[in-house]
Structure formats: C-alpha cells, structure tokens
C-alpha cells in the first residue's frame, strides 16, 4: 500500500494512527483513522472476503478521508451562520441567545462543526 502522511487530530492536535477491525457478526472489515485521545475517527468498510485490493482501497480511503477535513477548527463565534438574539423582558435581566442559520438550532459560542464557514471581515456580527 503506498504510504500517506496522516493529518495531526484536528481537534487536539496528537498523532493519529490507522486501525483494522471486523464486525461483530465478522461481516464487515472496518479501516478507521483514530485519534485515540480523542476518539474521533474516519473510517470505510468492505465485506468480509472481498479482495486485497478491495482492502488496500479502503485503507486509502480512510486516510484521504480524514485528512480532507478542515486545516483549522472554526468555532461558531467566529462562522458566518452565528446568529445573535438579544432578549429584554420588562423587569428580567436581558440575555443573549446564539443560533446556526444553517442547521437551525441553538449552539454556544465554543461550540463547533464541520459545516462553519469563517466569517470575512465585511461579513457583519
């Protein structure tokens, strides 16, 4: 198999490794980039008895998978989908509420996904 350099963990920034693993029933072989400090992996499968090469191509794609991901996080405070609602009751202490314009709920300002877009500078808060 050629050798692809692997992407640091996008999340914590460790080294990430490549793992082999069957189903439980044996019917299906998982190949799976992992960050084992933070669990997350991007994983294909094939059937249990397709060919060499079926594997070989699935290892490929797990590893091009993972390092398509984005170079850098962008929290929600920072992507063009935060959306700001300011909230004043008569008599209340006034809050502020924050939602994803492209998934539609509620997220905080850390929070992140893989669907943010960095807002650009002309883009308004």
Not at 45 to 64: P, Q, R, T, V
Not at 71 to 79: G, V
Request: aromatic share 10%; proline share 2%; with cysteine.
């Amino acid at each position: 198999m050629s050798k692809i350099k692997l992407k640091p963990c996008p999340f914590c920034g460790e080294e990430v490794t490549t793992k082999i693993s069957a189903s439980a029933s044996c019917s299906q072989i998982e190949f799976a980039v992992s960050c084992y400090s933070c669990g997350i992996k991007k994983r294909h499968n094939i059937l249990y008895g397709d060919s060499f090469d079926e594997a070989e191509k699935a290892m490929i794609k797990a590893a091009e998978a993972w390092n398509s991901r984005a170079e850098t996080i962008i929290h929600c405070k920072d992507c063009k989908y935060l959306e700001e609602h300011r909230y004043e009751d008569v008599g209340e202490v006034p809050y502020i509420k924050y939602d994803c314009k492209y998934r539609n709920y509620q997220v905080q300002l850390d929070g992140f996904c893989s669907s943010a877009v960095r807002r650009t500078e002309n883009e308004t808060d």
